[in-house]
Nanobody, 121 residues
Framework: QVQLVESGGGLVQTGGSLRLSCVAS????????MAWFRQAPGKEREFVAV???????FYADSMKGRFTISRDNAKNTVYLQMSSLKSEDTAVYYC???????????????WGQGTQVTVSS
């Protein structure tokens, strides 16, 4: 059974930084594309970033230059380094995994429980 467990969320001031982590178990992590999505209250789940099994990375336009996704296959962990945070980045952030990368949440079969990120001014 595949499990994804996120951590690292919290409260941060505008302009601050946070690093989210997602530890995977139950599958061959290195073969999977791993992505981050986020969902704010009253909004649809939104693509943030993805890293492929070959470590290619893709970002949503609004995150480029501020967010960095990375992976450590030896630790079965994917990270999301977030900087220059804005109030509109406030959301629950979810880790997701799939055999092939995509920006569509519907194509990911494995999800974590989410971690709350709150950016305050």
């Amino acid at each position: 059974q595949v499990q994804l467990v996120e951590s690292g969320g919290g409260l941060v001031q505008t302009g601050g930084s946070l690093r989210l982590s997602c530890v995977a178990s139950g599958h061959t992590f290195s073969n999977y594309a791993m992505a981050w999505f986020r969902q704010a209250p009253g909004k649809e789940r939104e693509f943030v970033a993805v890293i492929t099994s070959t470590s290619r990375t893709f970002y949503a336009d609004s995150m480029k230059g501020r967010f960095t996704i990375s992976r450590d296959n030896a630790k079965n962990t994917v990270y999301l380094q977030m900087s220059s945070l804005k109030s509109e980045d406030t959301a629950v952030y979810y880790c997701a995994g799939a055999p092939t990368w995509s920006k569509l949440p519907s194509l990911y079969g494995y999800w974590g429980q989410g971690t709350q990120v709150t950016v305050s001014s």
